[in-house]
């Protein structure tokens, strides 16, 4: 039976990989920090399932623990501070953690002394202020937030380690994924959840920044099966993982009250200058050619079916809710 540890198994991806690698028939380990507030909504109908380590991407000897503890054969790096908007008001944090924390994990994994494959989550950001259209592994990154930042030091930490230590490391990096999982901060999510109160009657507007941004958005379930292939190969490469189309936020909420009944959208947004970004990211859409033709990988969520997967799943959950 083999063994992965993941690193964020209590967010987005970390739930959905942990329920692909359990199909699998993997044993699955999942690090996660102490925390006297409740973290494991995501994951709590697999608590059973999985094995729950003590651990810090801060604390170096916790992660040599953790490792010694699971054994893994496969580590899922997906722990990071994700939200872009935060890692203005909190740099340093967001450079410790995803940034640094990636050199952390690559150490615990040098330590161990079995063969272990080593997946590092790099992230679109990196692209920033784009340098070409599409994206893909040959673009140069121009990153636009002290996110994209950490994110870049994490992807050449993780290409260094596996070139100066023969280490099967690969970097996969995504393009903006969502599902009903998606925190309530993350835009898509914010949308949905919104647009399924305004309809209840719960809420009157949306408030929203910049309705022109165009992201490459894909469903959180296909993109965890990227990173599973790309550790299932006969040597370690980077991928873009995309769906190589491009829509803008304007688009995801005209779908989504769409979804609902309601055409004049327009009248529900607000547009709140406190939601713009000090450095946008215009746009982003990658390219996943390589990861077609290496990977055999291609999402099956379309955007129109991710977008009523979202707001359908936000309909039945504030209709059972009391406010």
């Known amino acids: 039976m083999p063994r992965a540890l993941i690193t964020g198994i209590t967010g987005q991806d970390g739930s959905y990989l942990a329920e692909l690698l359990l199909s699998k028939g993997y044993e699955v380990f999942g690090l996660i920090r102490r925390s006297s507030v409740v973290t494991d909504l995501r994951i709590r109908h697999l608590i059973d399932k999985v094995e729950l380590v003590d651990g810090d991407l801060l604390d170096q000897l916790s992660l040599i623990k953790a490792m010694r503890t699971a054994r893994p054969d496969e580590v899922y790096n997906l722990a990071a501070q994700s939200f872009v908007p935060t890692s203005w008001g909190q740099p340093v944090l967001t450079g410790e953690f995803t940034a640094?924390?990636?050199?952390?994990?690559?150490?615990?994994?040098?330590?161990?002394?079995?063969?272990?494959?080593?997946?590092?989550?790099?992230?679109?950001?990196?692209?920033?202020?784009?340098?070409?259209?599409?994206?893909s592994e040959r673009t140069p990154f121009y990153p636009r937030s002290p996110y994209g930042v950490a994110k870049v030091y994490g992807h050449w930490i993780t290409v260094n380690y596996r070139e100066s230590y023969d280490l099967f490391a690969c970097s996969g990096i995504l393009f903006n994924h969502e599902s009903p999982r998606r925190g309530l901060e993350f835009a898509p999510r914010k949308i949905a959840r919104a647009v399924a109160r305004i309809k209840l009657g719960k809420q009157r507007d949306l408030r929203l920044g910049n309705l022109d941004a165009r992201r490459d958005w894909g469903f959180a379930g296909d993109y965890v099966r990227a990173m599973w292939l790309m550790l299932q190969q006969p040597s370690p490469d980077?991928?873009?993982?995309?769906?190589?189309?491009?829509?803008?936020?304007?688009?995801?909420?005209?779908?989504?009250?769409?979804?609902?009944?309601?055409?004049?959208?327009?009248?529900?947004?607000?547009?709140?200058p406190s939601f713009l970004r000090p450095a946008e990211v215009d746009l982003l859409i990658g390219d996943p050619s390589k990861a077609r033709d290496q990977l055999g990988w291609t999402p099956e969520v379309t955007f129109e079916g991710l977008v009523n997967l979202m707001v359908d799943a936000d309909l039945e959950m504030e209709a059972q809710a009391r406010d």
């Open 100 to 135: 640094l924390g990636v050199t952390k994990m690559l150490e615990a994994v040098r330590d161990a002394d079995w063969p272990v494959r080593f997946y590092q989550a790099s992230s679109s950001e990196m692209f920033g202020k784009v340098q070409e259209v599409p994206q």
């Open 238 to 272: 980077d991928y873009v993982i995309a769906t190589g189309e491009t829509h803008s936020v304007a688009q995801f909420c005209e779908l989504a009250f769409r979804r609902v009944g309601i055409e004049n959208w327009r009248d529900h947004v607000v547009i709140d």
